[in-house]
């Protein structure tokens, strides 16, 4: 069984390979100039994009005609195609996939070839840590549709909390909507965002000079008291001190038995900002099938 995901999902190149996950095309388009998101882009490089664009950039997810020839040679060489990707809410990508996949079974010559596509119902690293599980589940010798099936139910458990630190990305975005309840106190508050049902919500508020540790950690103890055995994903926005912070944080609240810390995507981090840090919980326990553990990766 092949799988392949999208940028979005902030993917380390180490699993990537370890793996053998394909990468969807993903694009920022800045100006009308496509710029590919499977490079990493620094986030400085965002940053004066964000400054200087005429209009605020846009990403762009892949479309069925990108994503057709690479389902076909997928299939090719290996009958069964997982496609794990980012919330269908935030990038169209899941649409495109799903498209794609029906025009490549018209064109297989294999009828007994299967391609599943997988909602993470997230995104970044809270979309990568549900790919790899699929990674995972896969390599026991689960089926396609079983595997899928067994991600579906892990991903539905997915939690999410973000918190701002400069808002003049989300402002200059045009999702200062989010923001309403706050725009008269700017200065004193910031949010912390989430994704519920597949799509961007705030959740809450903190005042500036508190911890965003503590208030994320809260977050997510106050949902989960009973300490559940968890994989963990933090991302950041140029501050990796700030992330491996909230990592002892949160490992001193749930059983963690995997983790992931990263930059931000470039994609969220252009909505997000400097000094943004993202936190991604997906909790194990009670599957229907256990998911295997990974071995920690090195470029993370």
Known sequence: MRLLTNPASNMPASALSRYDILLARQTIVVDQQSHDTRADIPLATIDRWVATAKEF?????????????????????????????????LIQTYHSAVSAAATVKTRVARKDTTI???????TDLGAALVAIAAA????????????AALVDELAARGRAAMHVQNMSHTLKSG????????????????????????????????????????ALADHFSERMPDRP???????????????????????????????????????????????????????????????????????V
């Open 229 to 299: 055995r968890v994989w963990l994903g933090i991302a950041h926005g140029g501050d990796p001190s700030l992330a491996a912070r909230c990592k002892q944080e949160m490992e001193g609240r749930f059983d963690v038995a995997f983790s992931l810390v990263r930059p931000l995507s470039s994609s969220l981090y252009l909505y997000l900002g400097p000094g943004a840090l993202a936190v991604f919980v997906l909790p194990i326990e009670g599957l229907s099938r256990p998911i295997p553990t990974p071995a920690p990766l090195l470029d």
């Open 57 to 89: 950039p846009k990403v762009l997810g892949s479309t069925s005609a990108d994503l057709v020839p690479v389902f076909l040679d997928a299939v090719e060489k290996d009958r069964d195609l997982l496609v794990v990707v980012t919330s269908r809410r």
């Open 175 to 214: 999702r200062a909507s989010l923001l309403k309840a706050w725009m008269t106190s700017i200065l004193q508050v910031r949010p912390i965002m989430g994704i519920a049902d597949g799509d961007l919500r705030v959740l809450g508020r903190i005042r500036e000079k508190d911890d965003p540790v503590v």
């Open 136 to 147: 995972e589940v896969a390599r026991t010798g689960l089926s396609a549709k079983d595997t």
């Open 116 to 122: 599943q596509v997988v909602d993470t119902l997230s």
